[in-house]
Structures are given as structure tokens and as C-alpha cells.
Nanobody, 126 residues
Framework: QVHLVQSGGGLAQPGESLSLSCSPSGSIGTINGMGWYRQVPGKERELVAAISSEGSRWYARPVKGRFTVSRDNGKNTAYLQMNNLKPEDTAVYYC????????????????????WGQGTQVTVSS
């Protein structure tokens, strides 16, 4: 059973920064392509950032220029750095990946992988 474990997030004031990380539990596979989603009550989960197995990045328009998705292959961890946070960034954030998919497999940014992190609350409020 593959699990994605998230950490980070929390409470920030507008303009501040937070970061999220995502790692597979155990030693099953490697995070290659993956996505970061967020969800607010009553709305669908939306993709905000993604990184492909080749390292290309995609960002949703509301976060472009403020969020950065990255991956550390040595630590088998993906990150979402969130700068200049706004109240509308408040949501539960989820990482989405499948560590069993080899890095040679290229998938579109919007591809929904098989596994999800447990979700992390990010609250931006003054």
C-alpha cells in the first residue's frame, strides 16, 4: 500500500510564505510527475501546480508567480513553496502522485494519479 505523507502548511498572514512537502511512505517507488491540488468546502478539488517527470512545471493562473513546485529526487520529496499568500489561497492542499510510475513515462500535467496525500490545511488570515 502506497501512502503519500504531507507536511507543512498552517496559518499565515497575507503576504507571508508557507511550504508543503510530500513524500511516499516506505521505500516504494519514486515521485516523478505529480500535482498539488487544493479544495475549499463546497467546491471541487482544483489543480494549482504540477511538475512532470521531465521537470516541466505548470501553474494555475491564480498562483502563477507566487507558488513554486519542485522535487528533490535525492530525498524523494516534492515541495510546494507558497509566497505572497492571499486569503483566497485558504484551502486544504493535497499532493497527488504515483511513485510506482517510472520517470520514463510522460503524462499530462492534469493527469490525476492514483494516490493522494492526507491533506494539509493552509489558512491565510490577518
Amino acid at each position: 500500500q502506497v501512502h503519500l505523507v504531507q507536511s507543512g502548511g498552517g496559518l499565515a498572514q497575507p503576504g507571508e510564505s508557507l511550504s508543503l512537502s510530500c513524500s511516499p511512505s516506505g521505500s516504494i517507488g519514486t515521485i516523478n510527475g505529480m500535482g498539488w491540488y487544493r479544495q475549499v468546502p463546497g467546491k471541487e478539488r482544483e489543480l494549482v501546480a504540477a511538475i512532470s517527470s521531465e521537470g516541466s512545471r505548470w501553474y494555475a493562473r491564480p498562483v502563477k508567480g507566487r507558488f513554486t513546485v519542485s522535487r528533490d529526487n535525492g530525498k524523494n520529496t516534492a515541495y510546494l513553496q507558497m509566497n505572497n499568500l492571499k486569503p483566497e489561497d485558504t484551502a486544504v492542499y493535497y499532493c497527488n502522485a504515483d511513485p510506482t510510475i517510472p520517470s520514463t513515462v510522460g503524462l499530462p500535467f492534469e493527469y490525476r494519479y492514483r494516490y493522494w496525500g492526507q491533506g494539509t490545511q493552509v489558512t491565510v488570515s490577518s
